[in-house]
C-alpha cells in the first residue's frame, strides 16, 4: 500500500527501476523514444521538504526536476539559506526548473507574459549557477491561461503530457488506482510527486499541512528568536 512515507516512494523508484528496467530521467534528459519515467518535482511550498526527497534519490542513483518558484508566497528563493538548498539539489545532478504562476504575471497578451517567464528562467539560471532548461506552470487546472515559452522544454508540452503516461499526487491522490499497474501498462511516462506530502511515518492531508507548518514557524521563531538575542546584547553593550 502507498502511505506517502519515503519508504514508500523508495520502493515505488525501485520498482520501476529495478523490476520494470525504465530509466528514471529529469526532464532535460528524457529521450526522443523509447521507455522511460520523466520525474518531476514541483515545489509549491517547502524547499527543505524538496532537499529532503532530492538527498533520498541521490543516495538511491535517481536523479529529476525539481521546479522552483520566484514568486512563492511559502519560501524567498533570495535568502541566502534557501539559495544554499536548491544549488544542494543542483550539486546533486537534480535539473533545477522554474515554475511559473501566470496569475502573478503582468502584461496583457501571451507574449509579453512569455517573455516575462524567460526572464525570470534566465535570472534563475545565473542565481543558481545551472543551466535552466526547462518550465512547468504552476496550478495549470485553475487557469485557462496557456503560454508557449519559446527556448524551453515544457513539462506540459503533448509529448510530455498528453502523448505519454502522466501521473500525479496533487492533492495528495494519484490518478491511477494502482501504481504498479499504470507503470507496468505505461511505457513511457512523467510522474510528478510534490515533496510536501512525504514524510518519515503516514500521515494524513492536514497532518502534513500541519508538519509544513511547523516547520515554517519554527524557521521564524529561530529568526526572531536570534535577532532578540542580537538586540538584548547590543542593549547590554550601551548600558555599559
Excluded at 137 to 161: C, E, K, M, W
Excluded at 205 to 226: H, K, P, Q, W
Aim: a negative charge; proline letters at 6%.
Amino acid at each position: 500500500m502507498f502511505d506517502f512515507t519515503y519508504r514508500s516512494y523508495e520502493a515505488l523508484l525501485r520498482f520501476v527501476r529495478d523490476d520494470l528496467g525504465r530509466p528514471i530521467v529529469p526532464l532535460r534528459d528524457a529521450p526522443a523514444d523509447g521507455p522511460c519515467v520523466i520525474l518531476r518535482h514541483d515545489i509549491d511550498c517547502s524547499l527543505p521538504k524538496a532537499l529532503a526527497m532530492a538527498r533520498l534519490e541521490h543516495r538511491l542513483g535517481v536523479r529529476a526536476s525539481y521546479f522552483v518558484l520566484l514568486t512563492s508566497e511559502y519560501y524567498n528563493l533570495m535568502m541566502p539559506a534557501n539559495r544554499a538548498i536548491v544549488r544542494e539539489i543542483a550539486a546533486m545532478e537534480h535539473e533545477i526548473g522554474l515554475h511559473y504562476d501566470t496569475t502573478d504575471l503582468p502584461g496583457d497578451t501571451p507574449d509579453a507574459q512569455a517573455g516575462i517567464v524567460v526572464r525570470q528562467a534566465r535570472f534563475l539560471e545565473e542565481y543558481v549557477g545551472r543551466p535552466v532548461v526547462s518550465v512547468a506552470q504552476h496550478n495549470p487546472s485553475l487557469t485557462a491561461v496557456r503560454l508557449s515559452i519559446p527556448g524551453y522544454v515544457d513539462a506540459y508540452a503533448p509529448r510530455f503530457f498528453k502523448e505519454i503516461g502522466y501521473l500525479s499526487d496533487s492533492r495528495r491522490i494519484f490518478g491511477a488506482p494502482d501504481l504498479q499497474q499504470f507503470f507496468r501498462t505505461h511505457a513511457r511516462s512523467q510522474l510528478l510527486i510534490h515533496p510536501l506530502w512525504y514524510h518519515d511515518r503516514s500521515l494524513g492531508r492536514r497532518e502534513a499541512f500541519d508538519a509544513i507548518r511547523a516547520e515554517a514557524d519554527g524557521a521564524v521563531s529561530r529568526y526572531l528568536d536570534a535577532m532578540a538575542a542580537e538586540m538584548d546584547e547590543y542593549e547590554l553593550r550601551l548600558s555599559r
